[in-house]
């Protein structure tokens, strides 16, 4: 196994603190139309629960094969996840500068239910998408501790300021995870070829900081398209 990388425990921690977060959000959405957030809870923790379980064997097994060889391969799934989660960004800037749209009829608890269950086990598969590709370079333990660290410093951050959870900006935190996963992708990409990256790790840092350049770019050029194609 690899030896522990503290860029790759940040990368698990960045990722997962920011998909369950946006849980949190859409739970505190559902629930203000009941005015309870139970049955979505209850929900997104069924779902969160059945994705991670199915993830835990999964990368279990993963750590068993050489990780030299899935490192060019966990690069791959990390560019491609990457473009997946930029167009969730560029679709969560759209919706924060959309106005807010009138409150609908009132909705059954089974429908809420299945509402944070599909949310809990979406967010939970797109920040599977990041840790399993970790554990198959690996780094599962840094994987396990990131994930672990974001879930349980993100419920005390619920249970120390749930009124303000609404204010979130989510869309700089996505831009941030986005920009994240590009610059660990190409740095893996660049280890498999046997690029000789002269410092280490601290090469994410400009790393990170040319793919936030870039995609909050592209993010404007998309924010821009709407409103050329409707002139």
Not at 83 to 103: D, E, G, Q
Not at 137 to 158: M, N, T
């Amino acid at each position: 196994m690899a030896a522990f990388s503290v860029g790759a425990l940040i990368l698990a921690l960045v990722v997962t603190l920011i998909e369950y977060t946006e849980v949190v959000v859409l739970i505190y959405a559902l629930g203000a139309e009941r005015g309870t957030l139970r049955y979505a809870s209850i929900g997104a923790a069924v779902g969160s629960g059945v994705i991670a379980a199915i993830a835990i064997g999964a990368g279990r097994a993963l750590v068993a094969l050489p990780s030299s060889e899935l490192l060019g391969a966990s690069a791959i799934v990390l560019f491609a996840f990457g473009a997946f989660l930029f167009r969730s960004t560029l679709r969560t800037y759209r919706r924060a500068r959309a106005p807010p749209s009138s409150a609908g009829p009132k909705i059954a608890p089974p429908v809420h239910f299945a509402g944070g269950f599909t949310v809990g086990a979406i967010e939970t598969t797109e920040a599977v998408a990041v840790l399993l590709p970790l554990a198959a370079g690996g780094q599962y333990l840094a994987a396990v501790a990131g994930a672990l660290a974001a879930a349980v410093g993100l419920a005390i951050a619920v249970a120390l300021v749930h009124e303000r959870i609404r204010r979130i900006k989510t869309p700089w935190l996505k831009l941030g995870a986005t920009s994240l996963i590009f610059s660990f992708a190409t740095f893996w990409a660049g280890e498999a070829l046997r690029v000789p990256w002269l410092y280490g790790e601290i090469s994410l840092i400009p790393l990170f900081v040319v793919a936030l350049l870039a995609v909050r770019g592209a993010i404007g050029v998309g924010l821009r398209a709407p409103r050329a194609a409707a002139a």
